[in-house]
Every structure is written in C-alpha cells, then in structure tokens.
C-alpha cells in the first residue's frame, strides 16, 4: 500500500510540475476556456443572423449563403 501512496504522490507532482512547466510556455487555461466561450457566441449570433435572412419573405438566399461561408471560414480559423 506504500508503494501505491508513493506512486500516487508522484503522479500528483508530476502534474504540478507540467502544470508549471505549460503556465512558463505562456498557455493560460482560463484565457482558453474565455476565448472558447467567444467562439461559441459568435457561432450563435451567425446562426441567428441566417435564420432571420432565411424566414425573410422572400428569403435573401444569396446572403444567407454568404452569411453560411463567413460562418465556415470562421471555424476553420478558430
């Protein structure tokens, strides 16, 4: 049971020091988590933008289409 505590106890400080060793790179973890937040909003006001376009009477189905590429190029580079 002492080698299992052991074991577990250097797997803990293993993390700690990849942990550090990932903040020296320059990730920040909660940076990440906020800027997926971002891309998830933004995806959500495109999706609404080519709903409105599309329920229009007549719908703009050229503008939707280009609202659609703008949404793809957008998750490509996010």
């Given amino acids: 049971m002492a080698n299992v ?42 999706l609404q933008d080519i709903q409105a376009v599309l329920y229009q009477e007549p719908p703009n189905v050229d503008y939707a289409q280009r609202l659609v590429s703008e949404a793809i190029k957008f998750c490509k580079t996010g």
């Fill in 5 to 46: 505590n052991a074991a577990v106890q250097r797997l803990m400080d293993m993390r700690v020091e990849l942990d550090e060793a990932i903040r020296l790179l320059g990730y920040d973890p909660a940076a990440a988590d906020r800027q997926q937040a971002g891309i998830a909003e933004r995806m959500f006001l495109h």
